[in-house]
């Protein structure tokens, strides 16, 4: 269902970016503080308060409070209140002109409740539409590159290796050339793309990815992480065989 009325400009978007900056700011700085303390039922409670408290606004004004705090509802909250709200940001922001950033990052929401709910078809085709909207964008969302990552993985396990790799390619560019909100971004792709090209019997050109995954983890100070430990003994099981 697309919204009917007229389409918001790029200035009005910019506009309700400030004006929800002006009006929520506090809430959503308790809400951090109130994670960050381990409050997570608190946290989730504040996020549910500004995200009713939007509803009377509706479009986009809506949609980015939703977008805003819905990293704080989801520690403290049912993952189906998570994917009601996430549904609700794609039904307000699709098909509405200057609005494909906030669209993509609405998307990669529900591609991550799709993943938690393991529902793997459902995640593919959220991830394609977050990495579509988001190349349609003027503007660069910070979490493209783990998009693109998850958008390769999901489609390895269709079996589309090229198309997989090809998406794995795009986020290991991204991660190093575009702001990120992951730190190990570039380590999980180079990861992602190392696991993909073994699947593919490309041991070699697989290894050389695992060892650049090595190093970025080492660089991003998680060189002793489950990830890196379970990286580093994939790469010493193929260099055994």
Not at 23 to 40: H, I, M, T
Not at 48 to 76: N, Q, W
Not at 137 to 145: E, K, Q, Y
């Amino acid at each position: 269902k697309k919204p009917t009325g007229s389409a918001p400009s790029p200035s009005d978007i910019k506009g309700v970016q400030e004006s929800l900056n002006a009006e929520y700011r506090a809430l959503f700085d308790k809400a951090v503080g109130l994670g960050k303390a381990g409050d997570l039922q608190g946290a989730a409670e504040l996020a549910r308060k500004a995200i009713k408290a939007s509803e009377s606004k509706g479009g986009t004004h809506e949609a980015s409070v939703i977008l805003t705090f819905l990293p704080a509802l989801l520690p403290g909250a049912p993952l189906s209140e998570f994917r009601k709200y996430a549904y609700r940001a794609v039904e307000l922001l699709e098909g509405r002109p200057h609005c494909e950033l906030l669209l993509s990052h609405a998307r990669f929401y529900t591609m991550q409740v799709e993943l938690r709910a393991d529902q793997k078809p459902t995640a593919l085709k959220e991830a394609e539409a977050c990495v579509v909207a988001g190349k349609a964008s003027t503007t660069h969302g910070r979490w493209l590159a783990t998009a693109w990552r998850y958008y390769g993985m999901l489609l390895a396990l269709t079996g589309k290796m090229p198309e997989a790799l090809l998406a794995m390619s795009k986020a290991v560019d991204l991660a190093e050339t575009k702001p990120t909100d992951d730190p190990l971004a570039l380590a999980r792709a180079h990861d992602a793309m190392g696991r993909a090209l073994i699947e593919m019997r490309e041991v070699v050109k697989g290894g050389g990815a695992l060892k650049r995954a090595i190093a970025e983890f080492r660089i991003k100070g998680a060189g002793n992480s489950k990830e890196s430990i379970s990286t580093q003994a994939l790469l010493a099981q193929i260099e055994k065989a």
